[in-house]
């Protein structure tokens, strides 16, 4: 039996699916946070979430590395981890410089850091030449504004170091460049109490479908699990409306989308102690990178791989994490495709209906908003009111099946 440290997590499935993991794998964990009434808060009404499960729950600022770096290794003297883990991307440079403090299994921490910074990503990947889209960095308005004319619109407008598709837009012309510039300068500080980076990218607007490519590393091998697709809504933001896997493209474009994202992790150092979901646009020029995520995917999309395959990424991260080699052997669960869809309101207002009767037994999954809600109308990937699941033995029907049960609830869903 393993003892992992757990730093913080984020909230969603992977809060839970980690938990369960480390407990199936006959492991057992320590959580460390600077706020647990943030996990309180997640956990429904008269439930305990699952991370409060660990052997041992401490507090200590997990937003200041140089000061937690002598507390953890303190505890570490006391209880022997044997890995460290993180599924928040906010985090993840962090038990990066954990493990290497530690001597404990795990990517490097520079590689780890490059990747959860958008604008160091994007300098690696083009000193390595590794396909992207043209970009620029810039902190003041007035050279953001000269970077954004020189590549041209329409263009894309991220922040560096945010997460969810956060303040992700496209901007036509420079008057939306302003909005998206001012609305970044007011949210200076991040949902876990991080102070921001000013810094500001820009990306030219890349044409054709979006896919992921899931993979695992262990060894300095990079192992392909699959790759997913993405449907986007919400303009002019990016939201992420579903998902299926495996995604429905031909032979050639499953094999360019998996050696983009083989060469981007190569480029990056992301080869051995890694589950890793990048993000890959396949444009009428080619394969581009959009990003490189150094975590299992998110949006239960690690839940889509193991119904089709029986591959278990939340099993394998907490394996490569002790530097165990992962279980990767397919398994024939008895589907051919699984996807999911996303319940995403266009309106702000009380939520008073969202009623899931009419909806087929045979759905894998079924979560929904329960009425009295507050919503926002969606600006990134943080305001879901639910999402369905379905499978398809026979195909890649599996989508169509979410979209049929999609409709009917769109049908019931009121907001005012």
């Known amino acids: 039996m393993a003892h992992l440290l757990v730093v913080e997590s984020w909230v969603g499935s992977m809060s839970r699916l980690l938990p369960r993991a480390i407990r199936e794998s006959g492991h057992t964990f320590t959580f460390l946070t ?55 991307d906010y985090y993840l440079p962090t038990v990066a410089r954990i493990a290497a403090h530690l001597g404990l299994p795990g ?3 520079e590689a780890v850091e490059n990747a959860c910074r958008k604008d160091a990503t994007r300098r690696v990947l083009a000193g390595a030449s590794v396909p992207g889209p043209r970009f620029a960095v810039r902190t003041e308005w007035s050279e953001l504004a000269r970077a954004a004319r020189k590549i041209g619109y329409p263009l ?14 496209r901007v036509d012309d ?9 609305a970044l ?36 091998a990079v192992h392909v699990i699959g790759v997913t697709d993405k449907s986007v809504g919400g ?27 083989l060469a981007a992790l190569k480029a990056l150092g992301l080869v051995d102690g890694v589950v890793a979901h990048t993000e ?61 869809g996303f319940v995403v309101p ?17 759905l894998l999954e079924v979560q929904l908003a329960e009425p009295g809600r507050q919503v926002k109308a969606a600006g990134s990937n943080n305001e879901y009111l639910g999402h369905v699941m379905a499978g398809d033995p026979h195909g890649l029907g599996a989508r169509t099946r979410v979209e049929s049960a999609l409709t009917t609830l769109r049908a019931g869903l009121v907001i005012r």
């Open 280 to 340: 890959v646009k396949l444009t009428s020029s080619g394969p581009r990178i959009v990003e490189v995520n150094p975590r299992p995917a998110g949006n239960r999309i690690t839940e889509l791989v193991r119904h089709v395959t029986g591959i278990d990424l939340a099993a394998a991260f907490v394996d490569v994490a002790l530097g165990h080699a992962p279980d990767l052997a397919r398994k024939d669960t008895g589907l051919a495709s699984a996807a999911i």
């Open 174 to 182: 420079e008057s939306q460049l302003a909005d998206a510039y001012r």
């Open 156 to 169: 894309v407008v991220k922040p560096v170091d945010l997460c969810a598709g956060m303040f992700v837009r």
């Open 34 to 88: 600077r706020d647990l009434h943030h996990y309180l808060r997640a956990a429904p009404e008269g439930t305990a979430h699952p991370l409060l499960g660990a052997r041992h729950i401490i507090t200590a600022d997990t937003n200041d590395t140089d000061t937690l770096l002598p507390e953890v290794a303190r505890l570490h003297g006391v209880f022997g981890y044997d890995g460290v883990v993180t599924s928040c």
């Open 235 to 261: 303009a002019p933001a990016f939201i992420e409306t579903g998902h299926m896997f495996p995604a429905a493209l031909t032979p050639a474009d499953t094999e360019a989308a998996e050696q983009t994202a």
């Open 107 to 109: 990517p490097g921490a």
């Open 185 to 220: 300068t007011e949210f200076p500080v991040n949902a876990r109490g991080q102070r921001r980076a000013p810094a500001v990218l820009l990306e030219e607007l890349l044409d054709g479908p979006e896919v992921s490519v899931e993979t695992v590393s262990h060894a300095g």
């Open 346 to 362: 266009d309106t702000s207002g009380t939520l008073e209906a969202l009623d899931g009767t009419g909806l087929p037994d045979s």
